[in-house]
């Protein structure tokens, strides 16, 4: 039993995390707000909404605003239906921020059609601008819309402001991304 003791302190003792040590900061995790899929030819954006409530407005508060309940004071219907437009004004602003999203996440599959098919090297030079006319918004929205938000392609995952990027003209004419040209010179 004395050597069973002897055995257990040397296992407390241990670090259960041996490789911490090397990389002491923690993995970052990206959950994609986009999936881009291949559907027969077609690349199809589709959102995820599994971190998204469903969100909708109790029955409850809209018998609160019916006059016909006598229980419910002028005071009372007036401070719910105030509430309830605030209510109603979030579930559309989080609906139209979706539908924004997708309208981008397809413009950009659009631009980029060639990358999700052959890779890095087939990158296009894309700005703001080009998403923004293509889709009718302003590119400060597109800016907004794609600041932090990931995508996951057939080629990874990569976050939506990577598919924007200057363009360098080649001695042929044609334009690469400038990510294409930093690429190769690393390679």
Do not use: C
């Amino acid at each position: 039993i004395d050597d069973l003791k002897e055995h257990i302190e040397v296992i407390r003792n241990l670090d259960p995390k041996p490789g911490s040590r090397y990389n002491p900061s923690q993995s970052q995790y990206v959950i994609p707000d986009v999936y881009v899929v291949k559907v027969e030819d077609q690349y199809v954006a589709v959102l995820n909404e599994d971190g998204l409530p469903q969100m909708r407005i109790s029955p409850v508060y809209r018998r609160l605003l019916d006059k016909s309940a006598s229980e419910n004071t002028d005071e009372t219907r007036a401070y719910v239906k105030d509430k309830f437009r605030s209510a109603l004004w979030l579930i559309k602003s989080v609906e139209q921020r979706q539908k924004t999203i997708h309208k981008v996440a397809n413009s950009i599959i659009n631009f980029q059609r060639d990358f999700l098919d052959h890779g890095i090297e087939h990158l296009r030079p894309l700005v703001l601008r080009d998403v923004a006319n293509d889709i009718g918004m302003h590119e400060s929205t597109v800016s907004r819309v794609t600041t932090n938000k990931y995508v996951q392609t057939p080629r990874g995952v990569f976050e939506l402001k990577y598919f924007f990027s200057s363009g360098l003209a080649t001695e042929e004419g044609d334009d690469v991304s400038a990510k294409v040209a930093k690429d190769k010179i690393l390679t």
